[in-house]
């Protein structure tokens, strides 16, 4: 079964910046050897959830929404089951819950939608204060 637990948000000012951590159990050697991709999605109130950024675990090759292109930043750290995304120059409409998600598969095969991901995590709450 693979499990999925999101930590570091919290409340910051605009112009600030967090690094929410993601750490994913449940897959083996040979799934990443074939390819896992994880991903962020964010769910702000009232509103959809939107993809944000993923990371391909087999090349590390990433993808981003445009509305955080250039301000967040999506990392794999030394284990493969680890993955960042540094958020920086935070506006009050990154306001979200965060969550993380993972899948079988390689990028750019695997789109940044909520329906291409199956196990998902808690989400982790990010304020952004103006």
């Known amino acids: 079964e693979v499990q999925i637990v999101e930590s570091g948000g919290g409340s910051v000012q605009a112009g600030g910046s967090l690094r929410l951590s993601c750490v994913v159990s449940g897959f083996t050697e040979r799934d990443y050897g074939f390819g896992i991709v994880i991903g962020w999605f964010r769910q702000a109130p009232g509103k959809e959830r939107e993809g944000i950024s993923c990371?391909?675990?087999?090349?590390?090759?990433?993808n981003y929404a445009d509305s955080v292109k250039g301000r967040f930043t999506i990392s794999s750290g030394n284990a493969k089951n680890t993955v960042y995304l540094q958020t920086n120059s935070l506006e009050p409409e990154d306001t979200a819950v965060y969550y993380c998600?993972?899948?079988?598969?390689?990028?750019?095969?695997?789109?940044?939608?909520?329906?291409?991901?199956?196990?998902w995590g808690q989400g982790t709450p990010v304020t952004v204060s103006s």
């Open positions: 990371i391909s675990t087999y090349d590390k090759s990433t």
């Open positions: 998600a993972a899948t079988y598969g390689t990028l750019p095969v695997v789109e940044l939608s909520e329906l291409e991901f199956a196990s």
